[in-house]
């Protein structure tokens, strides 16, 4: 059992998509501008994440080593498009703010990288853990940018404006993504070294 909750709490701190691995710079770059638009892309791509590691991990003993890769990328496209009928039916703001990144989830490094590095050779139950796990500390990693650049940039979170005027412009725009991403991972890896 403790090894099947370390494979979920792995995600969060040791292999943190994010600030260790350093994967999916793209979605956390862009998207964070808020902090519920980082919730939201973290979601969605740990929604593909958990439904193609579990897919992945059955098909990997009879998908020929040749072609590994394009039927992953085909599995993970197929959740996508899922995924992308589901926001506009369901969700349709959401599906509007993001945009162009859900798509874009389908070669969202984090995605691949799992299916090849891990859900390719564990079990369905250890794939789905592990999707779990890194989606969840994709999803955290992504919030709290958004919720910094969303104070500094907005004095708000979460939409809720609390700081009286109209921020740091700076914030909201790309120079403050890599300003926040870069400081945030300082902090993170100076945490991990105390461990």
């Not at 003993?61 to 369901?90: E, G, N, R, S, W």
């Not at 789905?128 to 958004?146: H, K, M, Q, R």
């Not at 005027?165 to 890599?178: N, S, Y």
Request: aromatic fraction near 10%; charged fraction near 10%; include cysteine.
């Amino acid at each position: 059992m403790a090894n099947k909750l370390s494979l979920i709490t792995k995600g969060f701190i040791k292999d943190n998509p994010t600030f260790v691995l350093v994967l999916g710079m793209c979605p956390t770059l862009a998207t964070t501008t808020s902090a519920m638009n980082g919730l939201e892309m973290g979601l969605a791509t740990m929604f593909v994440l958990i439904l193609s590691n579990i897919v992945i991990s059955l098909i990997a003993p009879v998908v020929p080593d040749k072609v590994h890769i394009p039927v992953y990328i085909v599995v993970i496209a197929t959740f996508v498009t899922v995924l992308q009928l589901l926001m506009q039916a369901y969700v349709p703001t959401v599906y509007e703010t993001l945009g162009l990144f859900i798509p874009l989830i389908v070669v969202n490094c984090i995605v691949l990288g799992r299916a090849e590095a891990f859900a390719n050779k564990n079990s369905c139950l250890d794939s789905a853990l592990d999707g779990i796990g890194i989606g969840l500390g994709f999803t955290l990693s992504l919030t709290v940018i958004g919720i910094v650049r969303e104070v500094l940039g907005s004095g708000s979170v979460f939409g809720w404006k609390f700081i009286a005027g109209d921020g740091i412009l700076a914030f909201v725009m790309a120079p403050g993504a890599f300003m926040v991403l870069g400081y945030l991972m300082v902090l993170f890896n100076k945490y991990l070294k105390k461990q």
